[in-house]
């Protein structure tokens, strides 16, 4: 099971040194790939602009954003966007995530709405793939680049949580995105069940690549720190969720973080994402630590 790790963009106060140190750390570690989600509200930094500069400050590890709240966001510049980066990289973008998104707030913000997002969204991967492709968009303006590193542009996987959307994405992706903030191997299992299924169902000649996640930490007083994250994490949903879910997540020692691997490995994770509650360096040395062992 290949290991990725998250970059600490929800943290506010970050510098150029601070993420520059990360970078370095990633890419000389045991490490696969790295991330980052997307937010609006909150003390987040652009996912887009942070993975731009790993591109470029990494050497090795490949760069995934989790996720594209595509339905947000032009189709056509998330692609240019998708393809600049792959190429800054050396073509190390080789999966992207896309989702739908829940926060109502980060849509208006932008102006945009939820409304009809699904249907959205399976018209926006049809552009992008044109856009790779070299297609016209607009007859007559010619093709919009650059072209990707690779023919038809990365795997696209979907980070969906119900049965009727992985069932919908399954005609155009390549892999499911599974979420346990705990990192239980049911939980991911399940996912991985019902986008089988799904493939299936769709006539897929292949298996959904299977990417899990879960929340960690590994740095001093890493409990507190876990639970306060997870709360801010989710406190735009209301504080009796928020509440729930941080009092919900424990994998902030080395035995629970190397529990949750052996739970994402034995629920047939390819790949794993490791998401930290802190931006402590703690986190990425004493992970190391644990691979190198485990």
């Not at 102006?111 to 049809?126: I, K, L, P």
């Not at 729930?244 to 994402?264: F, I, K, Q, T």
């Amino acid at each position: 099971m290949k290991i990725g790790i998250c970059l600490p963009y929800m943290k506010d106060g970050l510098s150029r040194d601070d993420y520059l140190a990360w970078f370095q750390r990633v890419d000389d570690g045991p490490f696969h790939s790295l991330s980052c989600g997307e937010r609006v509200h909150g003390p987040t930094y652009d996912m887009r602009v942070l993975l731009a500069a790993a591109a470029v400050a990494t050497q090795r590890v490949k760069i995934t954003p989790t996720l594209y709240v595509l339905p947000m966001h032009p189709a056509v510049a998330v692609a240019k966007e998708i393809a600049t980066m792959d190429i800054l990289s050396g073509g190390r973008f080789e999966q992207v995530c896309l989702g739908y998104g829940g926060r109502a707030q980060d849509y208006a913000a932008l102006h945009q709405t939820m409304r009809g997002r699904y249907q959205r969204m399976d018209r926006q991967v049809e552009d992008m793939r044109r856009v790779w492709a070299g297609e016209e968009i607009i007859e007559g303006a010619g093709p919009i680049g650059p072209s990707p590193t690779r023919t038809g542009g990365p795997q696209l996987l979907v980070g969906a949580l119900g049965p009727k959307s992985i069932a919908r994405c399954a005609r155009w992706a390549d892999g499911l995105y599974a979420w346990s903030g705990n990192g239980e191997q049911a939980e991911l299992a399940n996912a991985f069940a019902v986008a089988e299924t799904a493939w299936a169902e769709a006539g897929r000649e292949r298996r959904p690549y299977r990417l899990g996640g879960f929340w960690y930490s590994l740095a001093d007083n890493g409990a507190q720190r876990l639970h306060d994250y997870v709360y801010d994490y989710l406190d735009i949903a209301g504080p009796e969720i928020a509440r729930a879910m941080a009092e919900s997540v424990h994998r902030h020692n080395a035995d629970a973080v190397r529990e949750a691997l052996d739970n994402a490995e034995a629920a047939g994770c390819e790949e794993v994402f490791l998401v930290p509650a802190t931006a402590d360096l703690s986190e990425i040395d004493r992970l190391s630590d644990l691979l190198a062992r485990r």
